[in-house]
């Protein structure tokens, strides 16, 4: 069974920075595109960046220019470096294969909260 573990969340002012990862195990399945998913309560969760091998990265209006995905194929792990924070991007963060999330079950997830 896949598992997904998702680190590096925390409380930040605006302005500030936060690099999250996403170590991914127990699955002889390489997917070939990675996504970081995000969720604030009330809302529904979306889609922030992907990332793909010799495929363009792709990312969400409100976060382009602030925000850069990354991964390192040998240890399974995709990256989020979080520049310029907002407090509307306090959320779960969340990784799964994109645009369409595969693995079940999610993993934990890790908080972000942004103070102004």
């Known amino acids: 069974q896949v598992q997904l573990v998702e680190s590096g969340g925390g409380l930040v002012e605006a302005g500030g920075s936060l690099r999250l990862a996403c170590a991914v195990s127990g699955s002889a399945f390489s997917p070939t595109r990675m996504g970081w998913y995000r969720q604030a309560p009330g809302k529904q969760r979306e889609l922030v960046a992907s990332?793909?091998?010799?495929?363009?990265?792709t990312y969400a209006d409100s976060v382009k220019g602030r925000f850069t995905i990354s991964r390192d194929i040998v240890k399974r792990t995709v990256y989020l470096q979080m520049n310029s924070l907002k407090p509307e991007d306090s959320a779960v963060y969340y990784c799964?294969?994109?645009?369409?999330?595969?693995?079940?079950?999610w993993g934990q997830g890790t908080h972000v909260t942004v103070s102004s």
């Open positions: 799964n294969t994109a645009p369409n999330p595969l693995f079940q079950p």
């Open positions: 990332i793909a091998s010799g495929s363009s990265n």
